[in-house]
């Protein structure tokens, strides 16, 4: 997209620069650098997560802050940093119900037939990038509210691995607030939570030994390879740091980690547009997952 | 479907004129549906929006709605240069079904069912224009039209209708296929009836009667791929017919795709992902539309223009 290059306003206030199209570029410069996408009913969100930095930075208009995303400036740093705006609060539990209603009506009856074929009834899930726990947590429950249902007579594991030691032992720790708690319905508070005061609740031994917590860097090929026999891989709002080659690499070593049939989910607004088409992408209601189809699913087309 | 159904329901349909109490301006305005745009005169619609006051209310209501800027607008000319002919035309279209259609007789909700048709169309239309193909309006009115069978499933057949719907959303089941167990035949047989009798062209005919299953047709168009694959879309993204369907489309790995690609090569370099977004961002808008302009039969018309 053509955009002509922005003249510096005096005013430092976003709201009377919202057509500027300094912001047009930023928009453009995340979509090719991390692959999130911002529509143009979405362009506000994206732009109130600049105001932050560039009031942190004292930058007076869009433009000059640009210059701060250009390899002039302080491009990598602080591309992180907005890119550290963009997806926070991105994290609590039941963040994403439409992947667990594709999950519940769609793939895991999918797998379990494939698998119950083989006569395999265990499952393997991974959340590669967990941060402080959400995720994998909001997994267990799911998860556990379908061994008397769906599950019945299955046994799984969940992985959960981060680069990050802190985020780690917060999610080992398994305290918290209200703000990752805002989506929890009080009926799976008491069923898998304790109070722990200060408006605090700690996830019971119950939920606690669902999930396995590892430090793991996605850039290390050694340690890659040795992830096997998933069934469903989750990776939301982390391949958006890593450059088109890594980005590449990663997601390669999700497919040969997925088993046939198995799914990836990244965040709400990821795509794998360019960087990998090993993957099927598949639409699901409200939400879409990338797809490693067996053989036999892969000639039939549609599913 | 056999001989003997296929006229019958022919039959059937062209009773529905009969039958219904269709506003006087249903037939001129089936005639401009089938111009181009570019060859209709503004004077024309005019007069045909003039000559029905609730249609003309509603037409300035819509104009003078936040979603188009809440503009002081007090003649039908400026409203209907404010909301653009291609959307006076398809309002119109809606508004004159919704009169076709006992109100006792609506088995999808009305509501939902403009959605969906009005989401269609403009996805079909952007995913037209995304690709190059040539005429995105037609596009936009195969989109707006894909669904009518369901209307006319509605009258002729309501009870069984009202069946189908039933065990499809208690079964979260795509709606066509219960059609084709209870009925024997889907609103695709019957839409496509319908474009008949309206004298529209082959290709819309063709969307209306495939845009379930393109392989229906030995040459499917791009059109009907466009539809089937906007149809598809708008359901995933809760613009279907009112209730949940249970299903993964890998739209990528659809006929209609394939076909589509090996005729406009453009649609490679198209990201779903990003599309999709697109079209997350401009629901709210379809769905502000639709409740402008069909909210509106619940509220006393004012008299005249």
Redesign the interface.
């Known amino acids: 997209m053509a955009i002509e290059i922005a003249r510096a306003k005096p005013a430092a206030s976003t709201d009377s620069n919202a057509d500027d199209p300094a912001f047009l570029k930023i928009r453009d410069l995340i979509?090719g650098t991390s692959g999130i996408?911002h529509?143009?009913?979405?362009l506000y969100l994206l732009i109130s997560r600049c105001a932050r930095r560039m009031l942190a930075l004292g930058a007076a208009s869009p433009a000059e802050y640009l210059e701060h995303l250009t390899p002039r400036g302080n491009r990598t740093a602080e591309l992180r940093l907005l890119l550290n705006e963009i997806t926070i609060g991105e994290t609590y539990m039941f963040r994403h119900p439409a992947q667990l209603d594709?999950l519940r009506?769609?793939?895991l009856p999918q797998i379990l037939q494939l698998k119950n074929f083989v006569g395999l009834k265990r499952l393997r899930f991974w959340c590669a990038g967990c941060s402080t726990g959400e995720e994998p947590h909001t997994l267990a429950m799911f998860l556990l509210e379908e061994k008397e249902k769906m599950l019945a007579g299955w046994t799984w594991d969940i992985l959960a691995t981060d680069l990050n030691d802190n985020s780690l032992q917060t999610a080992r720790d398994g305290i918290y607030g209200e703000y990752a708690l805002r989506n929890t319905s009080a009926i799976m508070r008491r069923k898998y939570f304790k109070d722990v005061g200060d408006k605090k609740l700690q996830v019971n031994d119950l939920l606690k030994a669902q999930v396995r917590f590892d430090r793991l860097n996605l850039s290390d090929d050694s340690k890659m390879v040795f992830q096997k026999g998933l069934d469903v891989i989750f990776c939301c709002n982390v391949l958006i740091y890593f450059d088109l080659a890594s980005k590449r690499r990663v997601v390669q070593h999700f497919h040969s980690n997925l088993l046939p049939g198995g799914y990836l989910f990244l965040g709400h607004?990821?795509?794998?547009?360019?960087v990998d088409d090993s993957f099927?992408?598949?639409?699901?209601?409200?939400t879409?997952?990338y797809?490693k189809p067996t053989a036999a699913q892969?000639g039939e087309?549609?599913? | 479907m056999n001989a003997e159904l296929h006229a019958q329901l022919q039959t059937q349909i062209k009773n529905l004129d009969s039958i219904s109490t269709a506003p006087a301006i249903l037939k001129p305005l089936l005639d401009m549906l089938r111009q181009p745009s570019e060859d209709i005169k503004v004077e024309k619609v005019v007069e045909l929006v003039s000559c029905d006051g609730a249609i003309a209310a509603q037409c300035l209501r819509l104009a003078n709605s936040p979603l188009f800027g809440r503009r002081e607008t007090e003649t039908v000319r400026s409203a209907i240069m404010a909301l653009g002919l291609e959307r006076v035309r398809s309002m119109l279209l809606g508004l004159c079904m919704n009169r076709v259609i006992p109100e006792d007789k609506w088995v999808i909700e009305p509501d939902a069912f403009w959605r969906h048709s009005l989401g269609c169309a403009l996805i079909t239309q952007r995913m037209a224009q995304k690709i190059g193909y040539p005429e995105p309006e037609k596009a936009y009115l195969a989109g707006l039209l894909h669904d009518l069978g369901f209307l006319v499933n509605s009258v002729i057949y309501n009870e069984e209708f009202r069946e189908c719907f039933r065990r499809a959303s208690e079964q979260h089941a795509p709606l066509h296929v219960v059609e084709e167990q209870v009925l024997g035949f889907s609103h695709c047989e019957t839409g496509r009836l319908l474009c008949e009798h309206w004298g529209l062209s082959k290709e819309m005919r063709d969307s209306a009667g495939c845009h379930h299953d393109v392989s229906l047709l030995p040459d499917a168009g791009p059109l009907a791929c466009l539809v089937h694959l906007s149809d598809l879309l708008c359901r995933m993204r809760y613009l279907g017919y009112g209730y949940e369907e249970i299903m993964g489309v890998d739209l990528g790995g659809d006929v209609a795709w394939q076909t589509l690609i090996s005729a406009y090569p453009a649609l490679k370099n198209m990201d779903l992902v990003r599309f999709t977004l697109d079209i997350e961002g401009a629901m709210d808008q379809i769905v502000a539309t639709v409740d402008s302009v069909f909210g509106a039969k619940r509220v006393a018309a004012p008299a005249t223009t």
């Open positions: 979509y996408y529509s143009a009913e979405k594709a009506n769609v793939i607004a990821e795509s794998l547009f360019q099927r992408l598949v639409h699901f209601p409200g879409t997952a797809w892969a087309g549609k599913k």
